[in-house]
């Protein structure tokens, strides 16, 4: 198949719109990072992003949606709360996940999205071109991050072209993501909020509206050999953000401990910041680096999100910098 990019203007946007109608998939660019998009309505569109991708049969998909509104019609239970957050972080990086009605009521959505569970995760992107493809698409768009599955998540076009050429038909290239970090995967439960990944919206402001747990997954060890428990969000368990050089997580005290600690090393991330991060990996990759070592930051804030990213390209592989 070939590969191609366009931008994101009417004929990029047309392309788009016609490969998602008929059933094929799509690069397109969002907030957080690009994602593959298919139409979330339609289970052998979505099929071909499992296999595009090579992403484990039991990772689930996240609906785009272009609003609250297009939300609500898909047959899931959404509670108060989520409304309230909706007001506040859509569009934005935060995806919320709502258990589908009793099975009485028909759900809109197909199994395969959520690989069979009883729920869905849903979020509204805070990007102009991607709400326009879901709007003139008319329908929801199941997307995960556009990268193949395990690699560090795509914040250029470029990275989706160096993972997907040949598999994919088209990247619209948005440029630079700005957040550069997935969006913050929540589930709801008696009025307070768990979070299952953290991402571009921190702890922090979702405090303001509810009582806020952060999930062992999140900063646990979650490999498989690890936890004999039903995980809360399977993509926690896989491989992730592993670029091809071996991360080691630095624990320290300080920068200059860390600096000084890693003194003869090529390739160091002293200071990870959300928008820089995963191309950073990439670019390292590039010039062959064989480890890259990474200071972990202060898990608060955008920090959790980083710490969570970095402990998994690390394949939990952390050690303390000694003073
Ligand atoms: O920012 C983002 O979220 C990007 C952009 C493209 O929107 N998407 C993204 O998708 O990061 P993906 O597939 O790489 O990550 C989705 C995460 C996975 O950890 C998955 O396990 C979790 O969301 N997830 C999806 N549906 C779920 C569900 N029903 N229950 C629990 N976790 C779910
Ligand atoms: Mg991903």
């Given amino acids: 198949m070939k590969t191609i990019i366009l931008k994101p203007d ?5 392309e788009a719109v016609r490969l ?24 052998a569109a979505i099929e071909k992003i499992f296999i595009a991708k090579g992403r484990p049969r039991n990772n689930p998909l ?13 047959g899931l239970e959404i509670p108060l709360l989520a409304e309230k957050l909706a007001e506040k972080f ?22 395969e999205v959520s690989c069979g569970l009883d729920t869905a995760a849903v979020r509204v992107p805070a990007h102009e071109t991607a709400l326009e493809i879901i709007k003139v698409c008319g329908f929801p768009l199941a ?25 994919i ?10 957040c550069g970090v997935e969006s913050t995967v929540i589930a709801f439960e008696a009025g307070r909020v768990r979070i299952l990944r953290p991402g571009a919206v921190t702890p922090e402001q979702l405090q303001e509206f509810a009582e806020v747990i952060i999930d062992d997954v999140v900063l646990a060890d979650c490999q498989p050999s690890t936890v004999n428990r039903q ?18 997580a630095v624990v320290a005290e300080s920068e200059d401990a860390f600096l000084s600690y890693t003194a003869e090393a090529d390739f160091i991330i002293a200071k990870p910041e959300a928008n820089t991060f995963f191309a950073k990996l990439r670019e390292f990759d590039n010039h062959g ?20 990213r970095i402990i998994r390209a690390a394949e939990f592989n952390v050690i303390k910098a000694k003073e």
Avoid at 20 to 43: F, H, Q
Avoid at 289 to 308: D, M, T, V
Wanted: proline content about 10%.
């Fill in 90 to 111: 859509w569009a934005g990086p935060l995806t919320m996940i709502f258990k589908r009605k009793s099975p009485t009521v028909e759900s809109r959505l197909p199994a």
């Fill in 169 to 178: 038909p088209l990247i619209i290239d948005g440029g630079e993501c700005g």
């Fill in 20 to 43: 998602l109608k008929s059933g094929e998939i799509a690069a397109i660019p969002t907030e957080t990072v690009y994602g593959l998009a298919a139409n979330a309505l339609d289970p």
């Fill in 289 to 308: 680096a064989k480890q890259i070592f990474i200071r972990l930051p202060e898990p608060k804030g955008i920090g959790l999100a980083l710490y969570n």
């Fill in 62 to 74: 996240i609906v785009h949606v272009s609003d609250l509104e297009m939300a609500k019609g898909l």
């Fill in 10 to 14: 009417n004929n990029g946007i047309n």
């Fill in 143 to 167: 997307a995960p991050s556009a990268n193949a599955s395990g690699s560090p998540s795509p914040t250029k076009a470029r990275h989706v072209y160096d993972d997907l050429n040949g598999l």
């Fill in 231 to 248: 995980l809360p969000s399977p993509g926690t368990a896989h491989k992730h953000y592993s670029p091809k050089a071996q991360v080691i």
